[in-house]
């Protein structure tokens, strides 16, 4: 049997109502090397696979406000291109719900495009009814009601990397049970037995990064046969991963607060895996989190 050839032109449509993160899921696309093109004219969208191919994917970013833009239409373009044999078409609908929606014009006092001479929630509403055919069509439905800038991002690379085959990309994240396990994390590590720096009153302001933390964390009578056992593990499961085709792999610790301990390990465990020759990112998501807040130190969710 003859293998498929590859199609000529590839494209993501991205799309959803205004302020859920369209430009920034184009702008992390064109970081992956696609082409991006925002507010293209939808008639104009079947010109461009009349010249030769690009030699790489096209992100076009298409909402209400492009030119002759109407669901009807986008979706019979949607059903043009997926027929046509050298083309590969996804649509990414970014989704978001209207109260933060809502916040997010407030806080940027930006006029909604549908509603330039009335309240942006009057404006939401319309966009949202409008773009519900589009949105039941989609082949990824991002939500990023409760994703900070860093997520989506992180979320747009795994769904849509398309960097060399035969590397696994790796990212190790620290996060606080509190607030939920992280979206699209492959496996979990739990440090809430580990020793806890919040009992310590000169150590509970600090976070994980800190020597300071990091040896009193290490110094716990477990934590050399857990961070032994964890090591082996990943050491043996990423080639397994890659040898399976998986280009990205998001591992998560946590503890109670996301401070102390879980940001302990992903420092310690990230770099580990950087010298075995893993291509890794390291981030913390309730460090992030309240560094956005703009916070001192003294008024942020404690690690207990």
């Excluded at 769904?159 to 492959?186: E, T």
């Excluded at 919040?198 to 110094?219: C, E, I, M």
């Excluded at 499961?237 to 109670?256: V, Y």
């Excluded at 770099?271 to 460090?287: D, Q, Y």
Aim: glycine share 8%; with cysteine.
């Amino acid at each position: 049997m003859t293998a498929p050839t590859a199609p000529d032109h590839q494209f993501v449509f991205v799309t959803g109502p205004s302020g859920a993160g369209r430009t920034t899921a184009i702008r992390v696309l064109e970081d992956l090397g696609y082409e991006g093109i925002d507010n293209i004219p939808l008639s104009l969208v079947p010109r461009l696979i009349e010249g030769a191919p690009l030699g790489r994917p096209i992100a076009l970013g298409l909402d209400p406000r492009n030119r002759d833009f109407n669901p009807t239409a986008l979706i019979e373009l949607v059903d043009q291109l997926t027929r046509d044999p050298t083309v590969r078409l996804e649509v990414l609908y970014l989704d978001c719900a209207p109260s933060v929606l809502i916040q997010r014009f407030s806080e940027t006092r930006r006029r909604h495009p549908l509603a330039p001479a009335e309240t942006p929630a009057q404006g939401i509403d319309r966009e949202i009814d409008l773009l519900a055919p589009i949105r039941v069509r989609a082949d990824h439905l991002v939500d990023t009601t409760d994703l900070t800038q860093h997520e989506l991002k992180a979320e747009i690379a795994r769904l849509f990397d398309v960097g060399p085959a035969g590397k696994l990309s790796v990212s190790v994240q620290s996060f606080s049970y509190k607030r939920g396990i992280p979206r699209g994390v492959d496996m979990i590590f739990d440090c809430r037995f580990l020793a806890n720096p919040h009992w310590r009153p000169d150590l509970r302001p600090l976070d994980g990064r800190d020597p300071a933390v990091a040896s009193y964390v290490s110094a716990d009578p477990r934590f050399a046969d857990f961070y032994r056992r964890v090591i082996d593990l990943l050491i043996f499961l990423l080639p397994a991963h890659l040898d399976e085709g998986k280009a990205h792999l998001a591992i998560g610790f946590g503890c109670t607060g996301g401070q102390h301990r879980s940001v302990a390990m992903v420092e310690m465990v990230g770099n580990a895996l950087a010298v075995a020759g893993w291509p890794v990112s390291k981030r913390h998501r309730e460090l992030e989190r309240r560094a956005a807040t703009g916070l001192p130190d003294a008024t942020r969710v404690q690690d207990a």
